[in-house]
């Protein structure tokens, strides 16, 4: 006995429809995954010479590594900077040499005064956090010299020393400058 449905036979899916459906999802899949990759691109991130020779270590390029750092957006900068904390950056250097070292800043003048390091593949630049007025206020100066090899490598930001109480600063930037260079500090 044949049972009629009442539908239509040209309304019935073809056998290999299934197959077809799951082979364009994987497609799409595939195509959303490769687009997203793109955007997590290392080389985005790398810190290049500007025209002057000059490299701007900004807190957009940085990455944030500890427990408590945060970057802050409103003020493009990196804030809550604990002794367990550091920023990292990628950095290719054109040519070998002594460049100057800027440092851009905020801090209140109770935190001021903790020991940092920049640390790079083969030198350290050693200095203390000084004062800027509050933590609204930001400060740009020269924070000492350090000879840079050519190549690509990393740079770090960080607390000298253990702390328990309170934070390092808010950092914007590090600039470092070609020595036989006169460009203006961060502005």
């Given at each position: 006995m044949k049972v009629e449905t009442g539908l239509n036979n040209s309304l019935k899916k073809p056998k290999n429809s299934c197959c077809f459906s799951v082979l364009l999802t994987a497609?799409?899949?595939?195509?959303?995954?490769?687009?997203?990759?793109?955007?997590?691109?290392?080389?985005?991130?790398?810190?290049?010479?500007?025209?002057?020779?000059?490299?701007?270590?900004?807190?957009?390029?940085?990455?944030?590594?500890?427990?408590?750092?945060?970057?802050?957006?409103?003020?493009?900068?990196?804030?809550?900077f604990t002794a367990k904390d550091r920023v990292e950056w990628d950095v290719l250097i054109k040519e070998s040499g002594e460049y100057d070292v800027f440092l851009e800043w905020?801090?209140?003048?109770?935190?001021?005064?903790?020991?940092?390091?920049?640390?790079?593949?083969?030198?350290?630049?050693?200095?203390?956090?000084?004062?800027?007025?509050?933590?609204?206020?930001?400060?740009?100066?020269k924070i000492g010299s350090i000879r840079l090899s050519k190549g690509k490598q990393m740079m770090t930001f960080k607390s000298d020393s253990a702390f328990s109480e309170g934070a390092l600063l808010d950092l914007r930037e590090v600039k470092l400058v070609p020595s036989a260079t006169k460009a203006l500090p961060i502005k």
């Open positions: 497609f799409f899949l595939l195509i959303s995954f490769q687009a997203m990759s793109v955007n997590f691109d290392q080389n985005d991130l790398l810190v290049r010479p500007e025209s002057d020779g000059s490299l701007r270590l900004s807190a957009e390029k940085g990455r944030a590594i500890g427990p408590d750092i945060k970057y802050m957006p409103e003020w493009k900068a990196f804030g809550w905020s801090v209140s003048n109770k935190e001021a005064g903790k020991p940092f390091v920049l640390v790079t593949r083969d030198k350290q630049l050693k200095n203390k956090v000084g004062k800027t007025g509050s933590w609204e206020t930001f400060k740009s100066a």
